[in-house]
């Protein structure tokens, strides 16, 4: 079968994530990644999908894949994504996520808004509990509940020293049978022999992590895909390593 090679970036906040800037709009997210000639990208808010639904109407009238993702923060406070095939299974976890989350309202004036759009980039609405607190939830329960929803979690910027599985746990337990890892758009080979050394063994993603629009990546990072859909995205982070290439 013939592959071919989609740019992607599967890590981008919008404003529904406080620290997200208030241009993160699901247009203006779906554009700039357009302008920079990505063919399919993942909108991942901590703890949430609820700007999920205008993202995928706009996406979706665009040409634009969407990966459906929550950057979830777990008990551990280690930083996962995610990843769904339909928006209803992000969004699904997304509620539940909401309901472990501590019962701390938000602080606008210092952590900024956490808004929820349409698909014209109108406000319908705010969330109050504060997204980015850790929620009372496991990595290996959060792992049961995305495969029992047909997803996959790729732990985040392994290589970051705070909200990492590696910088909290010091390694990946072998029970979650982690197939991919996230490491940071800026991460050099060779900076940190540990993370080398782990990521050696997993299939590696590159992703902007984009709190801004201009941090949305270019035509930097491919998947080699027979198809540009989320199955098809998802499925080739459920497979093992299988060369020595990213993806």
């Known amino acids: 079968m013939d592959l071919k090679a989609f740019a992607v970036d599967l890590h981008i906040h919008s404003c529904l994530s406080p620290c997200g800037d208030l241009d993160m709009t ?110 009372d939830i496991t990595i290996n329960r959060l792992d049961e509940l995305v495969k029992g929803l047909g997803g996959i979690i790729v732990p985040a910027h392994i290589d970051r020293r705070s909200f990492s599985i590696v910088s909290n746990l010091g390694f990946i337990p072998d029970e979650l049978d982690i197939k991919t890892v996230e490491l940071s758009s800026m991460y050099k080979k060779g900076q940190n022999p540990l993370i080398d050394m782990i990521a050696a063994k997993y299939r590696i993603l590159r992703s902007s992590d984009a709190h801004y629009l201009h941090q949305i990546l270019e035509r930097e990072f491919f998947m080699h895909l027979d198809e540009n859909t989320p199955e098809a995205i998802i499925g080739k982070l459920k497979e093992g390593k299988q060369k020595a290439e990213d993806l």
């Open 26 to 135: 699901p247009n203006n997210i779906v554009n700039m990644s357009l302008l920079k000639g990505l063919d399919a990208i993942a909108v991942a808010d901590h703890n949430s999908g609820r700007n999920l639904p205008a993202v995928a109407k706009v996406a979706r009238k665009s040409g634009l894949t969407l990966v459906p993702g929550i950057e979830v923060n777990t008990k551990e406070e280690i930083h996962a994504l995610a990843y769904f095939n339909r928006v209803e299974d992000a969004m699904e976890l997304g509620e539940h996520l909401y309901k472990k989350l501590p019962d701390i309202k938000n602080d606008e004036k210092l952590f900024g808004q956490q808004l929820e759009l349409n698909e014209f980039d109108e406000e319908s609405g705010k969330v109050d509990k504060l997204l980015i607190n850790a929620v």
